[in-house]
């Protein structure tokens, strides 16, 4: 089963309109049409033995990627800070985690790169490049972070468009 987590924001009020962020929700994803377009998140509370169902906001939800920096999971929609360190030669930069489609797999997109860049390219991934990794945000919070004014690379390699 796929893990994944959506952003649960309800209104609580209609006049005037007020809204409460109740925080991440865990579990499998649930798609629904019937008029209009629902994302549910739901998961099984085994002590209780019930089904807790969420409806979250479309845009917040994101895919686990079961890769972990500095102990915490890594999901689609995250954005990472990369380190340069000794020994192996890739530049500071930031990214976000991304699903490529042509690739069927996960990678982040390197904002000074304007490419998708799978995670399969690093040699020793956990040694090599996610302890030199920390998760600064995601992008349904902290969609500022992303840059919008991206320089061109002199990298020869092909790019991976989103």
């Known amino acids: 089963m796929a893990l994944f987590r959506g952003r649960l924001v309800q209104r609580v009020r209609r006049f005037p309109e007020e809204y409460h962020d109740f925080g ?9 049409y019937n008029g209009s377009f629902f994302t549910q998140i739901s998961n099984i509370d085994d002590e209780k033995m019930e089904t807790n169902t969420w409806d979250v906001v479309g845009h917040s939800v994101g895919q686990c990627t079961y890769l972990v920096i500095k102990g915490q999971d890594l999901y689609e929609g995250d954005i990472i800070k990369y380190s340069q360190h000794k020994g192996y030669a890739l530049p500071d930069f930031t990214a976000h985690v991304v699903y ?10 390197r904002h000074d790169l304007k490419r998708a860049i799978p995670f399969t390219v690093h040699d020793e991934l956990q040694t090599d490049f996610l302890d030199y990794c920390e998760i600064i945000g995601n992008t349904y919070e902290n969609g500022d972070m992303i840059p ?5 690379s002199p990298d020869p390699l092909p790019c991976l468009s989103l």
Not at 100 to 109: T, V
Not at 148 to 152: F, G, I, N, Q, R
Request: proline fraction near 0%.
């Open 148 to 152: 919008t004014v991206v320089t061109e």
């Open 24 to 32: 991440w929700k865990y579990g499998d994803l649930h798609h629904y």
């Open 100 to 109: 490529i489609k042509e690739l069927a797999c996960f990678g982040y997109f």
